[in-house]
């Protein structure tokens, strides 16, 4: 007990006196006085816009963007374009033969070794749609909306490993500690349902993705504005429920009591961090109605289940794109699907090839895609609802050599100079296809897109310039597309 009560005085004279305040003042005052001043020159600041009292308010954007809310859908391990997109006959020509030394001299590539094979596109190719775009036929169900899609094909990245290419893709970093796109989405939008989260995250494939979730994390924004994970079985988020002896009256009752107290340590420290913990006290009460019945598909007509191809009780890519639907439709700002298991490496498994593998995965969110899109569209919402499809990189023209060995069954490696990712809704030109990959689909070749012009690209449909949407942060102003990126204009309606 003596321990205790001299812990706690040293705790109170820690935060009262100056001597321990200068002490742990390792930067100086004067570092402090500068952190003020440039805080105070950083323009345009989206931390203007935020209301104390309640984070999630709605807010307004720079300009009237086209987009209220966005879907991404993330295929974690990326699906090969060859195989869905990005058509290459010239590549066919090839199958078999050596791959050129061009290629490789250079190259750092994540399993092959020595000289691979060439490998030709898997999958039979059609134009379909009036924009006449290049499909595989292993998504024939997204093939009858081509025409409301438009077809990044020369996007490019500069990593090749899963976690920190999916890091970059959605933090704006390949190193843990920047705040995702959805993040940065509702920091500067808020949301529209203030019983719900403002960015909420659905997973699907039997795991998380690589990156882990740092890629919905808030890093130094406030953690109110990060992602909620929802559960596929069991609570969609774990401690929703009263527990066992607790009614609702008790619980309002203790939240209030640990509101006040954070209240009283907000005015003492004025530690940001303070107010998002109210908030998130005030948004887990307001969850425990909202979310059941949000979270709730059972009660959807039959004939949307049939749409969807949803399956009752059970993990799945089809009931996520459903809850997305029912997310945006309720006023969540940032819906994140994440679908793991397309890593096609090939290799001595059918189950991860370019051939069988893929298909089987391609069914399983084929026709959930194509319904979230038809389901928005006859909605009233496909118009201010962006969607995002896409993975962390691309896969390789020639096949994959693990070990410099031939494979039992056909793989591609990871391959950052060129893939596919597409947009279709609110603020996007429909049948539109830009950018060019070479004859074997190995390097952009005209338009080549980065990532970071992906993330300005959709801040700018939400409504910012992404250059002036910054948040002061260890002395500078930190932003989602950071030093690079600009807006692909030509995709845009």
């Excluded at 100056?18 to 930067?27: E, N, Y």
């Excluded at 004067?30 to 001043?37: H, I, Q, R, V």
């Excluded at 559960?231 to 619980?251: A, F, H, K, T």
């Excluded at 596919?420 to 990959?437: D, P, R």
């Amino acid at each position: 007990m003596k321990n205790l009560q001299e812990e706690l005085l040293f705790e109170t004279l820690r935060h009262e006196t100056r001597r321990h305040f200068l002490k742990q003042c390792t930067t100086g005052l004067g570092m402090m006085a500068m952190g003020s001043l440039l805080q105070s020159c950083g323009g345009n600041q989206p931390s203007a816009m935020t209301n104390v009292a309640n984070p999630l308010s709605p807010k307004m954007p720079h300009f009237a963007g086209k987009a209220k809310s966005v879907i991404y859908l993330h295929m974690a391990g990326a699906p090969s374009q060859l195989e869905l997109f990005d058509y290459k006959p010239e590549l066919m020509k090839l199958d078999g033969q050596l791959c050129p030394q061009s290629f490789l001299e250079g190259k750092k590539f994540a399993f092959i070794r020595g000289v691979p094979q060439m490998m030709g596109p898997q999958a039979n190719f059609q134009q379909v749609g009036q924009s006449g775009a290049w499909m595989s036929d292993k998504m024939p169900h997204l093939q009858t909306v081509a025409d409301d899609i438009s077809f990044l094909k020369a996007m490019y990245t500069d990593q090749f490993n899963h976690a920190p290419a999916q890091l970059l893709l959605h933090t704006g970093s390949a190193r843990l500690g920047r705040p995702s796109t959805g993040t940065w989405a509702t920091y500067g939008l808020g949301s529209e349902n203030q019983n719900l989260p403002g960015y909420m995250v659905l997973t699907s494939g039997g795991k998380n993705p690589d990156g882990g979730k740092a890629l919905w994390g808030s890093g130094f924004l406030p953690s109110v504005y990060q992602g909620v994970q929802c559960r596929n079985q069991g609570e969609p988020v774990l401690y929703i429920s009263d527990p066992s002896g607790i009614n609702r009256d008790i619980r309002k009752n203790t939240i209030d009591a640990i509101t006040e107290i954070n209240k009283e340590s907000y005015q003492e420290f004025n530690d940001p961090e303070t107010l998002a913990r109210i908030s998130q006290y005030e948004m887990a009460f307001k969850m425990q109605t909202t979310v059941p019945e949000v979270m709730d598909i059972s009660k959807e007509p039959a004939y949307i289940h049939e749409m969807y191809g949803t399956e009752m009780g059970k993990e799945s890519f089809a009931n996520n794109c459903l809850l997305a639907r029912k997310l945006v439709e309720q006023g969540v700002r940032f819906v994140q699907l994440f679908d793991w298991g397309w890593d096609s490496h090939g290799g001595a498994s059918e189950s991860s090839d370019v051939v069988n593998g893929l298909t089987n995965k391609c069914a399983t969110v084929d026709k959930a895609i194509t319904a979230l899109m038809q389901d928005l569209k006859q909605r009233g919402l496909l118009d201010e609802t962006l969607i995002v499809w896409g993975a962390e990189f691309g896969r390789t023209p020639m096949q994959e050599n693990r070990e410099g060995k031939a494979a039992a069954f056909k793989g591609r490696d990871h391959h950052t100079e060129a893939f596919t990712v597409w947009m279709a809704g609110g603020g996007i030109k429909g049948g539109y296809s830009h950018g060019e990959t070479d004859p074997l689909g190995y390097v952009g070749t005209k338009d080549r897109t980065s990532v970071f012009d992906l993330q300005a690209t959709i801040m700018h449909c939400l409504g910012f310039n992404h250059e002036e949407f910054t948040y002061p942060f260890q002395g500078r102003n930190f932003r989602l597309t950071d030093t690079a990126g600009k807006v692909i204009k030509p995709v845009l309606s």
